[in-house]
C-alpha cells in the first residue's frame, strides 16, 4: 500500500515560513513510513534555489520538482503556490533518477536513465514517473518513444513543465537540491503496487476541420497541409490572423491512426516563419484534424476523470494541460478550485506542458501515450 501527503506554502518571499507550512501539513513525524519520496510544483514565483534546497533538507528524501503556472492540493489551490506530494510505504519502493544533459544523442542518453535506476531495484518496476522540460526538438513523443523502447512498454505517467511567459530556467528539473538544464528525471515503483488510470482528449465532435493531409513533415516540424505550407493553410483556414505563437496553443489537432484511435497534440510555435513545430513527430501521409476547446469541454472532462478516482484511493496525481487553462478564459481556477474543494483523497494537481499517461485503445489493450490539451490522472490504492 501506497499513502500520499499533500502540502502547500504560499509563502515565496519567507523560507522559514514556507518551510514551517509543509512540515505541519505533512506530519511526516507521525506518518512517514519505511520507503519515501516527494514531487513539488512551484509557481515561476518559488523559483528559488535556496527555498527549494532547503525544503528537500527538510524533507529528507529523494525529492524532484518542476514548475507549473497552477497546481492544487487539498485545501489549497491558486498560481502563487508551491504544492508537494510524498509517496511514502512499507512495501513499495521507489527509486529516482537523473539524466544527462540531453543533446542529439537523446535516446542513448534516456535509455542510460532508465537502466542505471532500475539497476537499483531488486525487483521488476511497475510504474515510471517522468518529468522533463518543453523543448522544440526533443518533444514529448519522442522521450516517450525512447523510453517504450527501452521499457517494453511500462506504465508511464508524467508530465513536462511549463510556466509563461517560457523562461528555460524555470522550466529546469530540481533534483535532490540543485536546478538542472535539459534533463529528465524519473522514479521508478517496485513491489506492491495497486494503480489505476484515467486519460480525457479533446472529444472527437469538436474537431470541426476534417481529413487535412500532412503532405510534408520533418519530425514534429509540420511543413504542409493539403500541399500548401502550414502557416498559409491554417491563415487561409480562418483558425489565425497573425503570426503569434501563443494563438497556436488554442487549436488541437488530432492524428488519427489506422484502428481509428485518435491523439490529441497541440502546435508549440513557428519555424522559418512558415512551418509549425508540434509536441510529437507526425510522419508526412498521416491524417489530422483541427479544433477547438472550450469551457464546457474542460470542466465537463475534469468531473469525468474525478468520478474514475476510487474511493478508497490513497492519492491521486492529476495533469491538465496548460491549453485547457486558456480555454478556461476569465475563469482560470475553474478545474483546481473545485478539485480542491471537493476530493476527499489526498490529490495533487498541476497544469502541464504535455501528458504522459497509460490510455485504453478500443481494443481494451492499454498503451502509453503522449498527449496535449488532455487531463489525465493516476489513481493509488
Not at 502547500?8 to 511526516?28: F, G, M, Q, V, W
Not at 505517467?157 to 528539473?173: H, R
Amino acid at each position: 500500500m501506497i499513502r500520499t501527503l499533500t502540502a502547500y506554502t504560499k509563502e515565496p518571499d519567507n523560507i522559514s515560513a514556507a518551510i514551517s507550512d509543509i512540515e505541519a501539513r505533512l506530519n511526516l513525524k507521525n506518518k512517514r513510513l519505511k520507503n519515501s519520496f516527494a514531487i513539488i510544483f512551484h509557481h515561476r514565483y518559488f523559483h528559488n534555489q535556496e527555498l527549494l534546497r532547503a525544503l528537500h533538507k527538510a524533507l529528507k528524501m529523494d525529492t524532484i520538482g518542476i514548475s507549473s503556472v497552477m497546481s492544487a492540493v487539498n485545501g489549497g489551490y491558486g498560481e502563487m503556490i508551491l504544492t508537494v506530494m510524498v509517496f511514502t510505504s512499507d512495501d513499495a519502493e521507489f527509486f529516482s533518477g537523473l539524466s544527462e544533459p540531453l543533446f542529439s544523442n537523446f535516446d542513448i542518453i534516456l535509455s542510460a536513465l532508465y537502466r542505471s535506476t532500475a539497476a537499483k531495484t531488486s525487483t521488476p518496476p511497475r510504474l515510471m514517473l517522468v518529468f522533463s522540460q518543453p523543448s522544440y526538438t526533443l518533444c514529448g513523443g519522442k522521450i516517450l518513444d525512447s523510453f517504450d523502447e527501452t521499457t517494453a512498454g511500462l506504465d508511464t505517467f508524467g508530465t513536462i513543465s511549463v510556466t509563461y511567459p517560457y523562461d528555460e530556467g524555470v522550466c529546469s528539473i530540481f533534483y535532490n537540491g540543485i536546478f538542472y538544464a535539459s534533463r529528465v528525471a524519473i522514479v521508478l515503483f517496485c513491489g506492491s503496487l495497486d494503480v489505476s488510470f484515467s486519460a480525457w482528449q479533446v472529444p472527437a465532435e469538436r474537431f470541426a476541420i476534417k481529413d487535412i493531409l500532412v503532405t510534408k513533415s520533418r519530425n514534429n516540424i509540420l511543413e504542409e497541409f493539403n500541399g500548401i505550407p502550414a502557416l498559409t493553410f491554417l491563415k487561409e483556414m480562418g483558425l489565425i490572423e497573425s503570426d503569434e505563437g501563443l494563438a497556436l496553443l488554442s487549436i488541437p489537432i488530432s492524428v488519427h491512426r489506422p484502428s481509428g484511435e485518435y491523439r490529441t497534440l497541440v502546435m508549440q510555435g513557428i519555424a522559418d516563419k512558415r512551418k509549425i513545430i508540434c509536441h510529437a513527430d507526425v510522419p508526412a501521409g498521416s491524417v489530422i484534424s483541427m479544433g477547438s476547446v472550450n469551457h464546457e469541454d474542460v470542466i465537463a472532462s475534469m468531473k469525468r476523470l474525478e468520478k474514475e478516482i476510487p474511493k478508497d484511493a490513497s492519492g491521486a496525481l492529476i495533469f491538465s494541460c496548460y491549453v485547457r487553462s486558456l480555454a478556461l478564459g476569465l475563469d482560470t481556477e475553474a478545474e483546481a478550485a473545485h478539485l480542491a474543494e471537493n476530493i476527499k483523497s489526498p490529490f495533487l494537481f498541476a497544469y502541464s506542458g504535455g501528458e504522459f499517461s497509460p490510455v485504453n485503445e478500443h481494443t481494451g489493450r492499454r498503451v502509453n501515450a503522449f498527449l496535449n490539451a488532455s487531463i489525465v490522472g493516476c489513481f493509488f490504492k
